[in-house]
């Protein structure tokens, strides 16, 4: 059913003028690949507060403004580099595992940061139990590793 | 010298099987590129909060001491899968623009480790607890963002080596530069 909508997606002529480029591809994962050290990082500095293991002694509010706004540009970054590589090989995608891991496991990662792991990390250390802090963290760490290794598996199927 | 070296290398046993294995290289690989979070995320976490722009109002010292381990373990990592990357295909990533760019960028950014560490970070008990770090320590900051940001292109940009020294003719000077043995 999606297969029409992929055919037509890599047809068009995004994807068909990255793939016509001998340089494009790559320049764009250059940007993707920095956009992931950005997210990564904003992503582990926040979740390894909220486990207790970085920076215990500071506050977690500190930590989480920085890092909330720092994923935030992460994301973004991502997004906008990894639709142009998903144009162009939109088939290809459509028949690779890991790029359906990586959507499937993307939504609810998003979500998850942009709900309720937003209101534990700003809600500072009053508002929740330890536990609610270090298993948010957890459940946030855990997603947003399979999207990055699913991702990177896109390159090798 | 290094060259007939890295030849021989390249046609031991395990060098020939890491290059051909199925999974192995994919996931030498792909731990390579996954433990950039850890390392240059917490290098230019640190790099951000030099230059005023994160973790303002958490001490400078505080962000280097506890982000350091991070950074030393990724990096840990980072070179031990670099290292096998590089055995799989010694001679091509030896003769390869990208990979060469990337290693002096390396050096350089360590060499901006070390200045930092010999110079204003002595004094860091004077101006840590700024938001906003002085002039030379906001320099060391931003010249590690821009030499990462350089590894990790460069990085990338090995396995689209444009310049390969089996694709000629190639200008003198790529060859040069790429160490090519052009007959």
């Known amino acids: ?157 | 010298m290094l060259l007939p070296f890295l030849q021989r290398l390249a046609e031991t046993e395990w060098s020939v099987a890491l290059h051909e294995s199925l999974w192995m290289w994919p996931l030498v690989e792909s731990t390579h590129v996954l433990t950039l979070t850890i390392f240059a995320g917490t290098a230019m976490l640190f790099d951000l909060r030099l230059t005023g722009r994160a973790l303002r109002s958490v001490p400078a010292a505080q962000v280097m001491l506890r982000l350091l381990p991070w950074t030393r373990a990724g990096f840990a990592v980072m070179a031990a899968t670099g290292i096998l990357l590089f055995y799989a295909t010694p001679v091509r990533n030896y003769q390869n623009i990208f990979f060469r760019t990337k290693m002096i960028m390396m050096v350089l950014a360590g060499l901006n480790v070390w200045i930092f560490h010999r110079g204003i970070y002595r004094r860091v008990h004077e101006w840590g607890d700024a938001p906003l770090p002085p002039r030379a320590a906001r320099l060391a900051g931003y010249a590690s963002l821009v030499l990462w940001t350089g590894v990790i292109v460069c990085g990338r940009l090995i396995a689209y080596n444009w310049f390969d020294c089996d694709i000629q003719p190639q200008p003198d000077l790529i060859n040069w530069v790429s160490g090519c043995v052009v007959p």
């Open chain 1, 1 to 157: 059913m999606l297969l029409p909508l992929f055919q037509w997606l890599e047809a068009a002529a995004p994807g068909e003028f990255i793939r016509t480029s001998l340089w494009l591809f790559p320049a764009i994962e250059c940007v993707h690949l920095i956009g992931l050290v950005l997210l990564g990082g904003a992503v582990l500095l926040v979740d390894l507060r909220l486990l207790g293991v970085l920076l215990p002694n500071q506050p977690l509010r500190s930590v989480s403004d920085s890092g909330q706004r720092l994923l935030l540009w992460g994301v973004a970054l991502m997004v906008v580099t990894g639709v142009p590589l998903f144009l162009s090989e939109a088939i290809k995608c459509y028949y690779s595992q890991a790029f359906w891991v990586k959507m499937t496991t993307l939504v609810p990662a998003l979500l998850f940061a942009l709900t309720v792991r937003r209101r534990v990390a700003s809600g500072g250390e009053d508002t929740r139990s330890r536990a609610v802090r270090a298993l948010t963290g957890a459940i946030s760490l855990v997603l947003w590793f399979t999207v990055a290794a699913a991702g990177r598996w896109i390159g090798f199927s």
